[in-house]
């Protein structure tokens, strides 16, 4: 069977777009798709899959979101822009566009060549602790609709070679989570490493830059508003935390090839 796709990424968090309008190509997406898609090798690579589904009440788009290893994500922040930039190239859709996720509705609005994702309102659930090669640190546990767990470290290398998922509490984090490590790197300003539930070691976490925001906004003492620069390995990010208690996170959405595969 042969499908169309799209290739996109957002600070090169790679996906690929699989256009399913009315749910009849890939059915539930199997894992073993998702995965020979993902696979950088024996695949087109990428960190996950983005399936664009009508919504079931027929008004407007759903972001069915996949790991590469094939299991679902309630949200993906990079992934958001990219889906709505294909919406908006390739489905005529228009900005300000609202897309349904496991996490709810989404606005994502242009600004500039970049677009703007409303994340909705970040959710502080306390304090945990993450480990790499038996060195430890306390960590932040943030949820954006997905599990984060935000430690700040001395220097960015310090998390190793990170081809293990970090240690974590299985109590605090059950479904697993996102690991970012985070350093200084002016007022305002920081950098991240992080390794994703799902995935590993990528080049930049939409949803991870927005739970180091919230992370260093608290550590500063930061009035709300205050705009962050989230440095990722494969770009910037810039995030604000609303008056109204909302994660505003813009960046860049790039489409980069489209075809037909039979994977
Ligand atoms: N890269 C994404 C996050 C994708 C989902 C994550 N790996 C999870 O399992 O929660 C982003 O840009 O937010």
Known sequence: MSYPFLKGHGTENDFVVLPDPDGTVHGDLPAERVRALCDRRAGIGADGVLRAVRAGDGDGWF?????????????CGNGIRVFARYLHDHQGESFPMRIGTR????VLDRAGQELTADMGTPQVLGETKVSVDGRGWA????SM?????????DDLDDAGHLLEAPEHD???YPDGVNVEFV?????????????ERGAGETRSCGTGACAVAVATALADGAPRGTAYRVDVPGGTLHVTWTDDDRILMTGPAVLVAQGQTDL
Request: aromatic letters at 4%; a neutral charge.
């Open 63 to 75: 972001m069915d979101y996949r790991n590469s290893d094939g299991s679902v994500s309630e949200m």
């Open 103 to 106: 996490d709810g509705v989404k």
């Open 139 to 142: 960590a932040l546990h943030v």
């Open 145 to 153: 609709g997905n599990p984060h767990a935000v430690a700040f470290v």
């Open 170 to 172: 299985p109590a605090v």
């Open 183 to 195: 350093v200084r790197r002016g007022e305002h300003h920081v950098a991240m490493r992080v390794h």
